[in-house]
């Protein structure tokens, strides 16, 4: 397997702790997003949305880290990202693409610099533009979270699922962009369980080869 | 079955394809995207997003809708939404999520507001920023399914999967938006063999009850 990675890329954070709680270690690619290297030719062979993660498996590229997510999940059954009852996977699933389709994709760094560049915006505005998707999105998830009697240790019981692999990089980057976490008291709460696990632990963008 | 729905959401018009394919009849209520209905008490007590679509099966509420469409699947296996092996299903989930990730979110009527509100932008500012997210989107969507021997009559092969069932409203979206499509002949390709699908046509806009 080859992983093409940024240390700072949600998505491919996402992927990275997928990959450790598998216990698989692909050839990692660095491709930096910062200097435009994400759509050089060579990059946009590879994935044509000059998005990060890809996966190479043999003779296949996958892109979508939520695709890729199942996809180990598939092919390396345990542990599994996914309870096992319809109902239970689709609560995982909707957990996930409330922050992966809703949440993410408006604060990723394209739209930021669309922001302060095409659309002239200081960083200010910027910076309240992040601040208003992510509570919009995590005023939600807490109380979608907090009602349910399937929220345990972590998201969706007491196993590590999908949902928890895409709580944590949203989490910390919402960190990094100082939002206020006190009003999202079981995001935090399972944010920090999920903290304790190396394989989580190990994927944080400051612990990776190419963080600057 | 109870499903909340809005004429003019490609989320919620994703599940109605979904659901006329399976043929499911759900009970449905409309709630108004332009009205602000959606943001009201009694359906932010159903979906703390406050976003179309949900649906509600026995006891048990479900948001997002490709957790949904899945759900659908899972639940009523024919005709089937997935391919059965591991490298179709992610093949298939990563088109989907292109769409439903990096595409639709940034273009929604939340989104296109706040760029006319907050930041102070001109509608044709907006309808660039529109035009800018669609053409990148579907660039890399055109070059991804002109490439693959998987792409049939449809995106994955010869029948229908969740990645037609997304890429239909899209379409219709940019279109909206008076999108130029005569660069993407294999997605205009899939979407005019999709709409002879009476379960496709049947889900438009336009077709449906709280059309304005």
Same mark, same amino acid.
């Given at each position: 397997? $080859?992983?093409?990675?940024?240390?700072?890329? !949600?998505?491919?954070?996402?992927?990275?702790?997928?990959?450790?709680?598998?216990?698989?270690?692909?050839?990692?690619?660095?491709?930096?997003?910062?200097?435009?290297?994400?759509?050089?030719? @060579?990059?946009?062979? #590879?994935?044509?949305?000059?998005?990060?993660?890809?996966?190479?498996?043999?003779?296949?590229?996958?892109?979508? !880290?939520?695709?890729? #997510?199942?996809?180990?999940?598939?092919? /390396?059954?345990?542990?599994?990202?996914?309870?096992?009852?319809?109902?239970?996977?689709?609560?995982?699933?909707?957990?996930? $693409?409330?922050?992966?389709?809703?949440?993410?994709?408006?604060?990723? &760094?394209? #739209? &930021?610099?669309? &922001?302060?560049?095409?659309?002239? $915006?200081?960083?200010?505005?910027?910076?309240? @533009?992040?601040?208003? @998707?992510?509570?919009?999105?995590?005023?939600?998830?807490?109380?979608?979270?907090?009602? !349910?009697?399937?929220?345990?240790?972590?998201? /969706?019981?007491?196993?590590?699922?999908?949902?928890?692999?895409?709580?944590?990089p949203q989490v910390f980057n919402a960190r990094r962009f100082n939002t206020d976490m006190t009003p999202y008291p079981t995001?935090?709460?399972?944010?920090?369980?999920?903290?304790?696990?190396?394989?989580?632990?190990?994927?944080?963008?400051?612990?990776?080869?190419?963080?600057?």
């Amino acid at each position: 397997m $080859q992983f093409y990675d940024y240390f700072r890329s !949600s998505a491919a954070y996402r992927c990275r702790i997928a990959l450790n709680l598998k216990g698989l270690e692909p050839e990692r690619t660095f491709v930096n997003l910062r200097t435009g290297e994400v759509r050089s030719d @060579w990059y946009t062979k #590879i994935n044509p949305q000059q998005l990060v993660p890809t996966l190479i498996d043999g003779d296949a590229t996958l892109t979508q !880290s939520l695709a890729i #997510i199942e996809y180990l999940d598939e092919i /390396h059954p345990e542990p599994a990202f996914m309870p096992k009852d319809p109902l239970g996977k689709a609560r995982v699933r909707a957990i996930s $693409q409330t922050i992966a389709c809703d949440i993410h994709p408006l604060n990723n &760094l394209r #739209i &930021l610099n669309y &922001l302060t560049g095409e659309l002239g $915006q200081s960083e200010e505005a910027k910076n309240q @533009w992040y601040v208003h @998707w992510v509570t919009l999105g995590f005023t939600a998830l807490e109380a979608q979270l907090a009602a !349910s009697a399937d929220t345990g240790t972590y998201c /969706h019981g007491d196993t590590v699922t999908m949902a928890d692999i895409c709580l944590v990089p949203q989490v910390f980057n919402a960190r990094r962009f100082n939002t206020d976490m006190t009003p999202y008291p079981t995001i935090v709460r399972i944010d920090e369980a999920l903290a304790q696990l190396p394989a989580v632990a190990d994927a944080a963008p400051g612990k990776q080869p190419d963080a600057v």
